[in-house]
């Protein structure tokens, strides 16, 4: 009889080990297939934090920028788009440099 049952737990512990298989096997599925999801949401949060902190809002950048669309002939304003584009993470840097050089208060007090 012992015999009958040790097989039954092994049936059952097989039974167990193929069903958490296959539910890793779902989760692993599913997260590959909502990388692209993800990645899209980190860039959209990356960009809102990146222009949080801006000294120009938004609104002023996109009425540029459409400004400098419209008033552009030919292909030129791709050429300006490009170096603007280039421009704004060095511009980022000097904005945000005098601000992580400012001696804390903590070091004041000691």
């Known amino acids: 009889m012992s015999d009958k049952t040790s097989t039954q737990e092994l049936r059952k512990t097989m039974l167990r080990l193929r069903l958490e298989m296959h539910r890793q096997e779902i989760r692993h599925e599913a997260l590959v297939i909502l990388q692209p999801l993800q990645k899209a949401k ?3 949060t ?3 934090q990146e222009l949080k902190g801006s000294n120009a809002p938004i609104w002023i950048t996109g009425g540029v920028f459409a ?3 419209l008033g552009m002939r030919g292909g030129q304003w791709r ?3 490009r170096m603007a584009l280039e421009a704004f993470p ?3 840097k000097r904005s945000t440099a005098p601000e992580s050089e400012k001696p804390s208060a903590a070091t004041d007090k000691s």
């Open 46 to 48: 990356h960009w809102r």
């Open 42 to 44: 980190d860039f959209g």
């Open 67 to 69: 400004l400098t669309v």
């Open 90 to 92: 060095d511009l980022r």
């Open 79 to 81: 050429r300006w788009l």
